[in-house]
């Protein structure tokens, strides 16, 4: 009893729809002139409409067109140019039955798109020194920055803050403390001062002493040869031993 009333409700709606539909055209018909034709297949375009006895003269798109569906149409469409000044590049080049895909240049990441193609994209953005890069840009995102925090530091171009170098462990002095954009900067320690510095003026004054030590030496022997001779002068303007010693002392 059931599938009878299913029979019956279908033979009478199958009619009714055809004839609703028969105003129309099938799906894969096109309406043109009070007529329906055979559409083209995707790729191609109509070069003559059908006729009573004729089906439907396709042709294929001409280069740098193409038509992605079963069509009627008199006219392929023109390729989309990915443009670089959209931020764009090629994904899939064009063919006859599909449009030109774009992606994103290197560095950009997509704003706005049409299917899967991107129709306008922009460049990433840059971290702020002080800050890492948390996640690098994608084709579809931007860049995500955070800030560094504690005893580190970054440009703005590192995937993490690093630590601030530590002098002290180094052995050296601090001589500019670090920022969160920039690492601290180590000079000669004191302590490295303090020990080299007594040494270098030891060496230097015991070097100056000896120098003086040396010349007065030598001053002093001079002299004493010179009196000596100046005795000897005497002695010989004098007669007697006993008035040179005299003079001498
Ligand atoms: C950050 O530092 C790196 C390596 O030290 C350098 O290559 C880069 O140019 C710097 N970036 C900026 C924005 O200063």
Known sequence: MFTLRIIILITL??????????????????KIDKQCCPMCA??????WHCTDDTS????????????????????????????????????KVCTQSSDTVCKPLERFYCIDKKKSSCTSAVQHSECNPGQYIKQAGTGSTDTICADCTGDTYSNGSFSSCLPHTKCEALGLAETNPGTHSSDSECGNSPTAVAIIAPSVIVTLALALFGVVFIFKHIWKKKQSKSSVVGC??????????????????
């Not at 709606?13 to 894969?28: D, F, G, H, K, T």
């Open 13 to 30: 709606i199958v009619p009714l729809n055809y004839e609703l539909c028969s105003c129309q055209c099938a799906r894969a018909e096109y």
């Open 56 to 91: 439907t003269t396709c042709v294929p798109c001409p280069p740098l067109t193409f038509i992605d569906e079963p069509n009627g149409f008199m006219e392929c469409f023109p390729c989309t140019v990915c443009d670089a000044n959209q931020g764009l590049r090629v994904n």
């Open 42 to 47: 995707p790729g191609n375009r109509v070069l």
């Open 232 to 249: 000897r002068r005497i002695a010989e303007s004098f007669e007697t031993e006993g008035q040179v010693k005299t003079i001498c002392e």
